[in-house]
């Protein structure tokens, strides 16, 4: 389904770093001819507009409805506008509102550092049109990813606790071991794998404070969460320190 799109320009918003610049590459590896866009370098919105029919926006949270209207308002009703944002509903609710032709919305659960689409899962959120969800479906299946259809409003929900809760998580344990006042050296030497790995993932957090910031604090969703999330640890800490 949607053969025709394998012989299209794909056009990538964001296109010259993280996952936007990953997927440049896979759609290369497919045979595509692909024109990237970076903040500084490449072509602009509208210019992209009219050199690809095929365009993917994929720059961080805060700007991607900006871009998703820049280079929406210009495509033709023969496109497709796709996004790979890590919160849908209002890059979902942009796409239909400028663009004239089909919409798809992605959610790529996995980061850049990742070598291949196998095994790993994928959030498509349906928008506009059959063609371009088939055509897109089957080449992440056909490169080996899980493919999950959902709605920009589930999709929301269910990050709240795994990107949301999870990475504010980590935030804060991470600020609790450097109150705590031991060095790194002293803890490393004393860690085990479990804590290692547990203090990687605060080190990537505390690498990208704007991206974990617009996962935390703009969906709307995370908010009840953290709030049970603290009830419960509150629970416990007096269960666990009971005496008698």
């Known amino acids: ?55 993917v926006v994929a720059v961080p949270i805060p700007a991607t409805v900006e871009v998703i209207r820049a280079v929406g308002a210009h495509l033709p009703p023969d496109s497709l506008l796709m996004d790979l944002t890590s919160l ?10 400028t663009a004239p032709g089909e919409v798809v919305g992605l959610h790529p659960l996995f980061g850049p550092r990742v070598t291949s689409l ?13 063609e371009g969800r088939g055509w897109i479906t089957r080449v992440l299946k056909e490169a080996g990813a899980r493919v999950v259809v959902a709605d920009a409003g589930r999709h929301d929900e269910i990050m ?18 450097a109150a705590g006042g031991l060095s790194r050296e ?41 709030r049970r999330f603290l009830d419960l640890f509150r629970e416990q800490m007096e269960a666990l320190t009971k005496k008698g």
Not at 88 to 97: D, G, I, L, N, Q
Request: aromatic residues 6%; hydrophobic residues 45%; positive net charge.
């Open 118 to 130: 196998r095994g790993e899962n994928v959030v498509l959120c349906p928008g506009r049109g059959e």
């Open 1 to 55: 389904m949607g053969e025709r799109w394998d012989r299209e320009k794909i056009g990538i918003m964001g296109g010259t770093g993280g996952m936007g610049a990953w997927f440049a590459a896979f759609f290369r590896k497919r045979g595509h001819e692909v024109v990237t866009a970076g903040r500084r370098e490449g072509p602009s919105p509208r210019e992209l507009a009219g050199l690809c029919r095929v365009v």
């Open 88 to 97: 849908k509903v209002e890059a979902m609710a942009a796409m239909m509102e």
């Open 160 to 177: 709240a606790v795994v990107q949301g809760l999870n990475h504010l998580d980590n935030l804060v344990f991470g600020l609790a071991v």
């Open 186 to 226: 002293e803890l490393a030497a004393f860690s085990t794998p479990a804590f290692r790995a547990r203090m990687d993932l605060v080190d990537r957090v505390s690498a990208n404070p704007p991206l974990y910031r617009a996962l935390v604090g703009e969906n709307p969703h995370v908010g009840p969460h953290a």
